[in-house]
């Protein structure tokens, strides 16, 4: 009885709601009050809960970015272009590329130092006409969309690391014919560049360096 009364004491003599907010402080209450209107307000956008987890923010994703900036670099070296990343982290392709403030293209620009995580293959040109180039089929997708939409062409880019090599496919047409020959096939690989997520069982491209006219690379001299 004396424990219960000591409860009792404690609880408040107001309803429950009332309670709550008061016992939130400003400016904690403002702040919660803030977070809690935009979760409403966002609640039927689903890339604003995918901004809170996105791997660019991680230390290994903003790695990748860094090295799409210096892969951009190159681009523009080889190809005498402007290279304009997206600012939308959310964004299904990586970098539109200009030439003479004009649009003439959208891209995927990627970095590899080996074939799988464990690090026992080098990625190299020679590995790659074994069974070509792997890739999400979803953003083959999205550049041949985006080809279509502004009337530009697609690539995607890719920069061998450890060959030193820069690695360029081209993917559809102004009218958005795919125009490069690949496979789609459900396969099992990771999720994204953090381990820690997992792998993943989704429909990927495989992109030939073979006997593929839409394909050419360029020797890295430094």
């Known amino acids: 009885?004396?424990?219960?009364?000591s409860l009792n004491n404690t609880l408040p003599k107001e309803p429950a709601k009332n309670y709550w907010t008061r016992a939130i402080k400003s400016p904690t209450r403002r702040l919660f009050q803030v977070l809690?209107?935009?979760?409403?307000?966002?609640?039927?956008?689903?890339?604003?809960?995918?901004?809170?987890?996105?791997?660019?923010?991680?230390?290994k994703g903003k790695t990748y970015i860094q090295k799409q900036h210096e892969t951009g670099l190159l681009i523009e070296s080889f190809f005498g272009v402007k290279v304009k990343h997206t600012t939308y982290d959310a964004e299904k392709h990586d970098s539109y590329l200009y030439k003479d403030d004009k649009l003439i293209g959208v891209c995927e620009i990627k970095s590899r130092d080996f074939f799988s995580r464990d690090g026992k293959s080098d990625f190299t040109l020679a590995q790659l006409k074994k069974g070509g180039y792997l890739i999400t089929a979803d953003k083959l997708d999205n550049?041949?969309?985006?080809?279509l939409e502004n009337k530009i062409n697609s690539y995607v880019f890719v920069n061998a690391l450890r060959d030193r090599k820069l690695l360029c496919f081209k993917i559809s047409n102004p009218n958005g014919d795919f125009i490069c020959n690949?496979?789609?096939?459900?396969?099992?690989?990771?999720?994204?560049?953090?381990?820690?997520?997992?792998?993943?069982?989704?429909?990927?491209?495989f992109i030939p360096v073979v006997n593929n006219s839409s394909f050419k690379y360029f020797d890295i001299p430094f």
């Open 1 to 5: 009885m004396r424990v219960l009364l």
């Open 36 to 59: 809690l209107s935009l979760s409403f307000r966002y609640a039927k956008e689903p890339d604003f809960f995918k901004l809170m987890n996105l791997d660019c923010h991680t230390p």
């Open 143 to 147: 550049l041949q969309k985006q080809s």
């Open 182 to 205: 690949f496979t789609r096939d459900r396969t099992v690989t990771m999720n994204t560049c953090n381990d820690y997520k997992g792998t993943v069982k989704r429909i990927n491209a």
